[in-house]
């Protein structure tokens, strides 16, 4: 069946760091991927989405690119923020259902 | 738009103890969809229905029923709380053709 795999968090980085979070799939025919995002206390917000292979979704200085050869879609910003510490899941959506990833706790420092 | 709204917001059960978590979206969305999510786990489809009328399990069903009572609702219930259960719940909802999911707030569920 379809899955997700994330790199394992926390991700700490100072304010202004570069960041990466990786993520890779495995699907069966042409899922469309996602990043989602959820800050504490609150339930799940869309961060960007990718519909076909070479996508590249971007939102918010976010930027994930649908690499189909590699079946990944990691999630990248050139300068973090301390508002951007959260939790990031990794998702992709088939035919019916949409699984995700395990997430990926940021934390980032002043 | 409300969008997807889930109630309540928060619950303390006994073990043993029974009830139904509600969700209702405003979007005309076919799919719908009941998570959890643990520490360390991510998020867990329980329940999903693919249209009104239909309803499928998901990767951890047991201890769960569910009901899409029509379009715009899709029920999750607990017939009798256990510990394990004890967890933040997502109900969700999406459109086939555009495949992006809508969140819930959750529901932060205690069973002692």
């Known amino acids: 069946g379809n899955s997700v795999t994330q790199m394992e968090g926390p991700v700490t980085l100072s304010e202004e760091a570069f960041l990466t979070i990786n993520c890779t799939y495995t699907a069966t025919g042409y899922p469309s991927l996602f990043w989602y995002v959820q800050y504490p206390g609150e339930g799940l917000q869309l961060l960007l989405k990718a519909t076909k292979a070479d996508d590249k979704g971007s939102n918010k200085g976010f930027e994930a690119t649908y690499r189909k050869e590699t079946t990944s879609f990691h999630l990248e910003k050139g300068s973090v923020q301390v508002s951007d510490s959260a939790v990031y899941f990794c998702a992709l959506k088939g035919f019916q259902k949409l699984v995700f990833g395990t997430g990926t706790r940021l934390l980032v420092s002043p | 738009n409300a969008g997807v709204t889930q109630t309540p917001k928060f619950q303390v059960l006994k073990t043993g103890q029974s009830m139904t978590l509600q969700c209702a979206q405003d979007m005309n969305h076919n799919s719908m969809y009941w998570y959890r999510q643990d520490p360390g786990m991510g998020l867990r489809l329980i329940y999903y229905?693919?249209?009104?009328?239909?309803?499928d399990k998901g990767e951890v069903p047991n201890g769960y029923n569910v009901s899409r009572l029509n379009k715009r609702e899709f029920s999750l219930r607990l017939e009798s709380a256990a510990p394990s259960q004890t967890s933040v719940y997502f109900c969700?909802?999406?459109?086939?053709?555009?495949?992006?999911?809508?969140f819930g707030q959750g529901t932060r569920l205690t069973v002692v």
């Open positions: 229905s693919a249209s009104e009328g239909t309803t």
């Open positions: 969700a909802s999406s459109e086939e053709g555009r495949k992006v999911g809508f």
